[in-house]
C-alpha cells in the first residue's frame, strides 16, 4: 500500500485554480521529485498534504488516516516533517534551540532533548553553530537547520520545499548526500519540490510533474524530461524536438 | 557522566556564573524580606507594595505577551474579575477573600478561555486590538451592572486585623510580606516555565507560529495555556488590591490605563525575560511618584513628561528592555 495518497485534490483561491484534481501515489522508501515551472502548484500541494491549507475538493490519505481537516502539528504527529520554501528557523532561538523544540515531541525533559537535538545538528553538520542564533547563520545553513528540524520529530514522510533554492553550489552535493543517506539510514520516504533539474534527476526515483495545477507526468526521471508535454511547459513547445517515429506535440 | 555535566553547564550557565547569579537573588530576597523593618514611613512601605504588585502583574503579562508573543491590551480584565469576584461573595455572602481570592482566579482563567478562543484567530495587531475592546465592553458591564455596585463601587466592610480575614490597619507591613509571597511564587512559576518544554513551546509559537505547528506544536492550545497562567495571576493581584485598598470601582480595576502599564512595566524592564518585569516595576514606579512630587501638581504635569520621554527611548534604543541591555553588556 502507498504511503501518501492524493485523489483528486483541488485548490482555488477564487477563481484562480492552483491544483487541479491532482492524483499520485507516494510509495514507501522511494523519493519522489515534484517538478514543474513557477505558479505550478508544488508548494500549495504541500501546504494542502501538511495541513495549512484545507483542499477545496479531494482526499489526501497518509497510511490509515485521512489527514484532510487536520491541523498541520496533528498531520506532523501522525509522521510528516516539512521545510519551508521561504525558511522560517526560530529567529530568536539558538541553533539548538530550533532543534529542541522540535524534538520534545519525544522528550519533554530539555536536557535529553538537547542531546537527541545535537546527534541532528552533527547529521547536518551544524553541530559546531548550536550555540549561535538562529539569525546569523547563512541561507544554506537556515535550511540545513530546518531539514534538522523536521528530521528531529522523527516523520516518516518527508517533504522539502527547494532546498537548495539560493544555496551555495558548492554545498548542494552536500546537500544531496544527507538526503540519500537519510534514506539509507532512517527508511525515510521523500517527496522532493527542485527547481535544479540536475539535482531532481540524480536524485529522484520518480518524477511527478505538474503544470498549471495539473499532473502533466508521471514516471521514472530519464521518461519524464523527455516527455513532450513537460518540455513544453518549462520552454515553450518551439524546443519539443519530435522523436524518431512520433508526431509532434499539438 | 561527562557529557552530561556539559550539557548541563550549557543550559544552565557556567558555573561562576550561576554562583554569581545565587549571590545575586540571596541579596535579592534579604533585601525584600528587611525592607518593612529599614523603611518605617508608611508612604515608603505602600510605595514598595505597589512595586511588588505591579510586579507579579507585569510577569503575568510577561508570561502571555513576552514569552508566547500574543500582546494584549485587555489584562485589566483579569485583575478587575480577580478584584470583584472576591469582594462580592465577601459582602453578599461572606465568603473568606482567601477563598474568594482562590474562585476569582478560576473565573478569570475560564473567562481568559472564553475571550481567547475567539481572539487567537487574530494575529499581531488584531489581537491587541481585540483585547482592548473586550477589556473596554466589560470595564462599561462593571460600570452599569447594579448587583456589583455599579460606578459607585464597593467598600468593602471592615474587620478586626488578621490573616484569615486578609484585613489589616494598624501595621500595613503584613501585606507587603503577603504582595511578596505571591509574586515570589508567580516569579518561580515563570522561573519553571522557562526551563521546561512548555517554555520552549511558547518562544516557538512567539516566534513562528507556522513553524512551530510544523513541528508537532498546536498553537491554540498553548496560546490558551498561557492566557490561563497570566490571567490566574492578574486575578490573584486584583484580590490582593481589593484587601489593600478595601474599595473598588470599574475606573480603578479595570480601566484601560491598567493594561497599557503593566505592557510599559515589563516593556521597559524586557519582554521575555524573568527578571524583566521585577526591574520595571522597581524602576519605573518609583520614578513615577518622585517626579510626580517634585515637578507634578497643578498643571504642570512635567513627571508624565518624563514618564513618556523615558519610554520613547526605550522603544527605539533598546527595545530587548533593560534586562536585555545588561545581557549584552554581560556577554562582552
Redesign the interface.
Known sequence: MALLTLQGVTKRFGGLVANNNVSFTVEEGEILGLIGPNGAGKSTLFEQI???YPPTAGRIRFRDHDLVGL????V??LGI??T?QKV??????TVI?NV???A??YD????K???DARTFLEIFELADKQ?TGARSLSIGERKRLEMA??M??KPRLLLLDEVTGGVDQRTIPMLLQLISRLRKEQGLTLVVIEHNMRVIMSISDRIVALHLGEVIADGPPAQVVKEHRVIEAYLGDAFVVPAAGEVPGR | MA??GT??A??HGSGSRRTFGLILLGLLVAVALAFPIVFQLPYHRDLAIKVLLFAMLAQAWNILAGYCGQVSLGHAVFFGTGAYTSSVLQMAWGVNPWFGMVIGVVLAVALSQVIGYPCFRLRGHYFAIATIAIGEIIHTLAINWEFIGGARGLTLPIQRDSLAAFQFHSTKYLYYYIILGLMSLCFYITWRIE???LG??L??V???G??????????TKYKLMAMALSAGFMAAGGTFYAQYVLYLDPDSVFPLSLSILVCLLTVVGGTGTLWGPLVGSALMLPLSEFTRIKWGGTGSAVDLLIYGALLTIMAVFQPAGLVGMFRRWGRR
Not at chain 1, 491541523?71 to 496533528?74: F, I, L, N, T, V
Open positions: 501538511t495541513g495549512f491541523r498541520p502539528d496533528q506532523n504527529r516533517g516539512r519551508f522560517r528557523p526560530f529567529l530568536g532561538m534551540e529542541m523544540v522540535a520534545m515531541q519533554p525533559n530539555p536536557v532533548a538537547r542531546r550555540d528540524r523536521a528531529a520529530t | 557529557t552530561t550539557v548541563e550549557t543550559t526551563r521546561a518544554r520552549y513551546y518562544k516557538a512567539r516566534e513562528d507556522a513553524a512551530a505547528q510544523s513541528v508537532g506544536i498546536s498553537i
